[in-house]
């Protein structure tokens, strides 16, 4: 019995790797993106950039002009990659964006479809955008407004990470104070030290989880080449990423030890990005089950062929640990500005269908993307795989209806452990959609 089964994955890794390209038709992309280059969120005590210096680059947590510019580059990329697989002038037929509903999104967002139709001659005055040759009125050349659809950042379970769900809370809190992972990396020599030196220079005692918002506002404002404080050093910085991007990491699962038979590996992922693993394999099993189908809900579904997330680090890093990736991709922390993942459909000849993962590395255009389904469990190292292997993973992290599931605090029942208190978090966005919700949404787009 074991030599056949071992045999199976033999001849499962030598078909998968035998896929040729030639042979196969893109049907559908979907990608995850990160925003661009930002201005900090929030300072620390004693921060000599305060809130009225951001002002004049656009206030806290605002997308910068080089964050903007990333996200042109990335577009302007993304439109080589697809000018075969997309019309050259932009079609609202072919493409759909969803942004979590935060400036620094929606601006990216704006900006990389800049990127995709705005460089390239392809847009054509008076159809694309007013001409105003003739009057007094200015509108920007080869500027084509392109709609960016967004929802409620509490409810927004696709793209935010850290939206309303006391589930979350809880199951980090039992984690926090229980796996021996966590309590190891607050007690080491190095996280005590480093904790103990911010509270001198600051006059906070930072908790291991919140050392995040110090990085933030350091790492910005050292990339700005702004004057750093004198308790700063090279070295601090860099024991400060390595704790924070393991700490990062424990946040997704990664490298955490079940707990009272909860599995965090699966738990906290589920909760933080399920839902946008799960809305990838829904178009993808609509986008197929609609070939040849001319109901009103499938014609647009028919026509759609690209559909974006704009988002941020942590939707993408959470969305790697359901492919179980995340180590292989990005193994320090989270993906830089404008890192973007992506998921492409394809099918061959027979029919049979085919996903290919590509990741974007923050402002690297050479090459611009990279070919990651090898590293996928189950894809025999190749860079196509059985569509099958994506359904399985996204079942694996499927939380069905988000916002029920992020209320479900059963599994306290018995336990000392308490429900924590609401905290602040950083900030993101996104939503669930379910197989009805979807067909229902489609149905509006028709009535439109």
Known sequence: MIP????????????????????????????????????PTDPYPSDPYDEAFWEKRGGYGELTTRGMAMHVRLGDALKTRYKDFLSQRYNAHEIYIRSTDVNRTIISAMSNLIGMYSQDNSTVPGEDYPDFSNEKYYWPTGFRPIAIHTVDDNTDYLGNANAYCPRQDALWKLAYDNCPEVKALINEPGTQQLIETLRQAVNITYKVDDLWMIHDVLFIENVNKLEMPKWWSQQLMDNLTKINNRLEDMQDGIGLSPFNGIDFSVELPKLRVGALTNDMRMHMNLKLACQGQTTRNCTWMNRLKYFAYSAHDETIASFLATMGIKDDVVPDGYPLYSSAAMVELYQDKTGKPYFRLMYHQGDQLEPPFETITKYVKGCGGGDFCDVDVFRKQADLYNPGDAAKLCQDLSFLQGSTAQ??????????????????????FLHAQLLR
Request: aromatic content about 6%.
């Open 4 to 39: 056949r089964i071992l045999l199976g994955f033999c001849l499962l890794a030598t078909s998968l790797q035998a896929v040729n390209e030639a042979d196969l038709t893109l049907q559908l992309v979907q990608i995850v993106w990160r925003h661009g280059d930002r201005n």
């Open 419 to 440: 429900p924590p208190q609401p905290t602040t978090t950083k900030t993101s966005s996104g939503f669930s959609f379910g197989i009805l919700t979807l067909l229902a």
